[in-house]
């Protein structure tokens, strides 16, 4: 089955830092990439819609020049979040949706739980 | 604006008890329905779906999901509920071609032996 692995798990950052999560599609192309954000015991959140090769699209109220989106290839796109502070820790999940697998709906990564301090 | 209500926030149930979860959808079009299962601390994992065609859909895990669109409602059914079925549930409506999900507020499931 459809597989997308997302690394880290966890990162625990120093305020004012950058952390990378990385989303990668194993074994089909992701033409489309989603990236959530999960508070404690709440639902996802859609922060933004990447597309490979084209600026990603975000969601209202979250902040682009903060959240970095890239989605170079169509295995990979990578969420970096910039001069991170404490109020940005939390679990971030990405999702895959790809052009060879119609009807399937999307494949989740494990998600990465983020900690700054 | 589409929109997913899951009205029950905890459920608590008894090993091989029957189980039912709600969800409601607010959708001007025919809706792709989606039933996800999420561990502690894990990514979301798909039970089910339904795109169209029959409106009885069964999933993985013996779940089964009946689309009722005079309802509104795609509610998730298992009729014997074992310890590691205690998860958290989320259901979610694809919006237009699908791009993109819009969750509901999921909803806890408990265990007890």
């Known amino acids: 089955g459809a597989v997308v692995s997302q690394h880290p798990s966890w990162v625990i950052c120093k305020s004012g830092t950058s952390v990378k999560i990385e989303c990668r599609s194993l074994?089909?192309?992701?033409?489309?990439m989603f990236w959530y954000r999960q508070f404690p015991k709440q639902s996802l959140m859609l922060m933004a819609t990447s597309n490979e090769g084209s600026k990603a699209t975000y969601e209202q109220g979250v902040e682009k020049d903060k959240f970095l989106i890239n989605h170079a290839s169509l295995t990979l796109s990578t969420l970096t979040v910039t001069s991170a502070h404490p109020e940005d820790s939390s679990f971030y999940i990405c999702s895959a949706r790809g052009r060879d697998r119609p009807g399937e709906g999307y494949t989740f990564g494990s998600g990465t739980r983020l900690t700054v301090v | 604006a589409q929109s997913v209500t899951q009205p029950d926030i905890h459920i608590t149930v008894s090993e091989g008890a029957s189980l039912e979860l709600r969800c409601n959808y607010s959708?001007?079009?025919?809706?792709?329905l989606f039933w996800y299962v999420q561990s502690p601390g894990q990514g979301l994992q798909l039970l089910l779906k339904y795109f169209s065609g029959d409106t009885l859909v069964q999933g993985i895990k013996g779940f089964e999901a009946e689309f009722k669109r005079s309802q509104s409602s795609f509610n998730l059914r298992k009729p014997s509920v074992h310890w590691s079925d205690a998860a958290e549930y989320f259901c979610?409506?694809?919006?237009?071609?699908?791009?993109?999900?819009?969750f509901g507020t999921g909803t806890r499931l408990q265990v007890f032996p």
């Open positions: 959708y001007g079009a025919t809706p792709y």
């Open positions: 979610a409506v694809g919006e237009g071609s699908y791009d993109k999900l819009i």
């Open positions: 074994d089909f192309q992701a033409t489309t």
